[in-house]
């Protein structure tokens, strides 16, 4: 298909910021060119330069910005279903953790899958969330926890945005946990192994962004600080897995270095959140960790309404606390788990998810942004937050690849509708 196209007799949740609720616009239609969109109003009002575009009647169908995954862990090798049976028999997450198990299970498994391995089983998670109009997704390391396990996670997660028509940002996530050979050593670990990995993913043009996981069972704020020292020094930006089981403060650090997201946050406090207003961070809730985990302390989702911090949702797509590979059903959990409306949740997996990623050019359909949208078989947008298990994405319109990597992205752009 050409990459000049007009879309016709839609019904736009545009998610513009403002009136009216989704920035909906009916009878809508959305000129493109080259892959970007050029223009956005009725179908009534199409100015003369788009009318000889080649055109395509929707027919009523609700067109949103194509949906952003902003946390995901999908590049890992094993499961963990015993783990899962473990929790139902009354073991706790951090119980587990200690004895052995949790990300240090996985990190065994991704030791020793081989790099097709890795993309072949990645590729079918990938693959789930596609399907469901993802455009971009967001894929973290963490689970190799040395330094040559981390690159090859990293190299996966660059080639499935070579495979199948998606964005895909990285981040490195090296302070996920302390591996068995550094136990009771995490500054040995951080000093020795973090750090060269980080700078050896950076000199390879594998990263986008750096992660942080601030618990008791994982690394706490001073270790992270330096952490995030380096990848200032390497000019990265920076998020973290902040007060999920715990409130050590995580938020208020990453702040202090204009973190782009703080993920989790089910016992962050009213100062965390000032801290998050004032420094532009996004929340990023993940409710699939919240339902696997079976917690009860719900994220503070009036306090951070009420402070102005745009909340993103995001699937956090991982083998032990959110085996979930579906952004619909995640939107759904932030609704009836945390109660989020379904406006804030659609703008949670669109335009929040894209400012969480610092992704200015995606979220929202407007002149300018690229044309990755996605086509729904439903009446209305909050149909794609009440239906459970159900997947009414008619088509996906992708822009194409990025071209501002030089190392894992073709620098060619083409414009691939389809699912």
């Not at 993802?134 to 396990?149: C, F, N, P, Q, R």
């Not at 409710?287 to 009860?296: D, K, N, S, V, W």
């Not at 009036?302 to 619909?328: K, Q």
């Amino acid at each position: 298909m050409s990459s000049n196209l007009l879309l016709t007799n839609a019904s736009l949740a545009s998610l513009a910021p403002g009136a009216p609720p989704y920035g909906l616009v009916e009878g809508g239609s959305v000129a493109v060119r080259d892959g970007r969109i050029e223009w956005v109003g009725r179908s009534s009002e199409i100015p003369p330069a788009f009318k000889d575009l080649p055109r395509r009647d929707l027919e009523g169908r609700v067109v949103t910005p194509g949906l952003i995954d902003c946390h995901t862990h999908i590049v890992h090798g094993g499961d963990r279903a015993r783990e899962f049976e473990m929790r139902l028999e009354g073991a706790s997450y951090e119980a587990i953790a200690r004895a052995g198990g949790g990300v240090v299970s996985t990190v065994q498994a991704t030791r020793g899958a081989d790099e097709a391995t890795l993309f072949r089983d990645s590729l079918k998670r990938l693959d789930a969330l596609i399907a469901e109009g993802t455009s971009v997704v967001e894929i973290k390391s963490g689970y190799g926890l040395d330094i040559d396990t981390e690159l090859r996670m990293l190299r996966v997660a660059r080639r499935l945005a070579t495979a199948r028509p998606v964005r895909v940002r990285t981040s490195f996530l090296g302070a996920h946990a302390v591996p068995p050979e550094y136990s009771g050593r995490a500054d040995a670990y951080i000093d020795q192994v973090c750090l060269a990995a980080l700078d050896a993913a950076h000199a390879a043009g594998l990263v986008d962004a750096v992660d942080a996981f601030c618990e008791s069972i994982a690394f706490d704020t001073s270790q992270i600080a330096r952490v995030f020292d380096r990848a200032r020094s390497l000019g990265l930006p920076v998020k973290i897995h902040a007060e999920q089981l715990s409130n050590l403060g995580a938020t208020v650090l990453a702040t202090s270095y204009g973190a782009l997201s703080a993920d989790h946050l089910e016992y962050l406090d009213e100062t965390g959140v000032a801290a998050m207003a004032e420094a532009g961070t996004v929340a990023v809730v993940l409710p699939g960790a919240f339902y696997a985990l079976r917690e009860t302390r719900l994220p503070p989702i009036d306090v951070l309404r009420r402070a102005g911090v745009p909340i993103a949702v995001a699937t956090d797509c991982n083998p032990g606390s959110s085996p979930l590979s579906s952004l619909l059903l995640a939107m759904n959990m932030a609704c009836t788990l945390f109660r989020m409306t379904p406006e804030e949740a659609l703008a949670g997996a669109t335009r929040e998810a894209a400012r969480a990623l610092g992704l200015a050019d995606a979220g929202v359909i407007a002149p300018g942004l690229r044309a990755d949208l996605a086509i729904w078989d439903i009446e209305h947008p909050a149909e794609l937050a009440y239906r459970i298990g159900f997947n009414p994405l008619h088509d996906r319109i992708f822009a194409g690849p990025e071209r501002e990597h030089s190392k894992g992205h073709s620098s060619s752009t083409t414009f691939e509708p389809g699912r």
